[in-house]
């Protein structure tokens, strides 16, 4: 089958990468222009790219899709399908209709919750027992299309999104596979998304790290293990900002919320009468490491109060 991919971060390179070993002629990959990357700002390929060029595949970046240069460019490769998968783009309706089959998407959660930027972590930090992968007939709406096939996995409860996001980039990989299987043989049903149940994952930013002790250990523990990788949970310590990467819920307290309790361990009171141990952290001009080592060298009081800085 001739397939345009469209995939940008390293979530969509499974899935390229399973379409060049099914035997797919991949015929152009499309992804965002590279970004510079860190303090010395070096331009970087995004990750399909870097995948796509040890296949030699011809890789497309244009800064707009809307144009019409682009849909003709498209058009000139006459593909049988379009996949996209973490392209970060919204495709208009003369592009999800150019190809014979239309386009697929492989959406990282069980639609139609989370539909949008960060299903993977806001699915972590609303502690969600269980997640998957869905693959998605593609239309003018955001994650609106019609549900193709659908595989789950479930999250335990000391699971970060970074290490959920690894595992459902080759679940979806796997779904991809079996869903263009299933396209080929005839035999792929469609099935429309409810609006009962839909629900919107929005992009994150820095402004969800900080954490407020007043809420719940449990809400916690999933804010910090949503926000790992990026942006990272945060709390004030000794005047400075420290990330927390890994916690667990401790024991009910009756001290006020951001009470610091102990510190082997590091536990602080948090609202409801919880308290959330932090047992991975990470201080400004520091490397990550095991709280309890880090408080050795960073001690403060017990029972001063995170809230007041």
């Not at 490397?287 to 009081?301: E, I």
Request: glycine share 8%; aromatic share 6%; with cysteine.
């Amino acid at each position: 089958m001739r397939i345009i991919f469209m995939g940008t971060p390293d979530f969509a390179v499974p899935s390229l990468r399973r379409l060049v070993e099914d035997g797919h002629d991949v015929v152009l990959v499309v992804s965002q222009p590279d970004k510079p990357v860190g303090r010395k700002q070096i331009l970087t390929p995004t990750a399909v790219k870097a995948e796509a060029l040890t296949h030699d595949l011809e890789v497309f970046q244009p800064p707009i899709l809307k144009t019409d240069e682009v849909y003709e460019k498209l058009a000139s490769y006459q593909p049988d399908l379009m996949v996209v998968a973490a392209y970060g783009r919204i495709l208009s309706e003369r592009l999800l209709t150019l190809p014979r089959y239309g386009c697929i998407n492989v959406h990282a959660s069980l639609l139609p919750k989370y539909r949008g930027a960060a299903p993977i972590q806001w699915a972590v930090l609303d502690g969600e027992p269980i997640t998957g992968v869905t693959t998605m007939q593609m239309d003018v709406g955001l994650d609106t299309g019609d549900i193709l096939q659908v595989s789950k996995r479930e999250i335990p409860t000391d699971m970060t999104a970074g290490e959920l996001f690894d595992l459902l980039a080759e679940d979806g990989a796997v779904l991809l596979s079996e869903t263009i299987r299933a396209l080929e043989a005839g035999t792929l049903t469609r099935t429309p998304q409810p609006d009962e149940g839909a629900t919107y994952a929005p992009m994150l930013d820095k402004s969800y790290s900080p954490i407020d002790w007043e809420k719940p250990a449990t809400v916690l523990h999933n804010l910090v293990r949503g926000l790992n990788p990026w942006p990272a949970a945060t709390c004030r310590w000794n005047g400075s900002t420290m990330k927390v990467w890994k916690t667990m819920v401790g024991e009910a307290t009756d001290q006020p919320a951001g009470t610091l309790l102990s510190l082997q361990p590091l536990a602080i009171a948090c609202g409801g009468g919880t308290s959330l141990v932090l047992t991975e952290v990470q201080g400004e001009g520091c490397k990550r490491m095991n709280a309890a080592d880090f408080v050795r060298g960073h001690a403060l009081p017990i029972g001063i109060n995170l809230k007041e800085g």
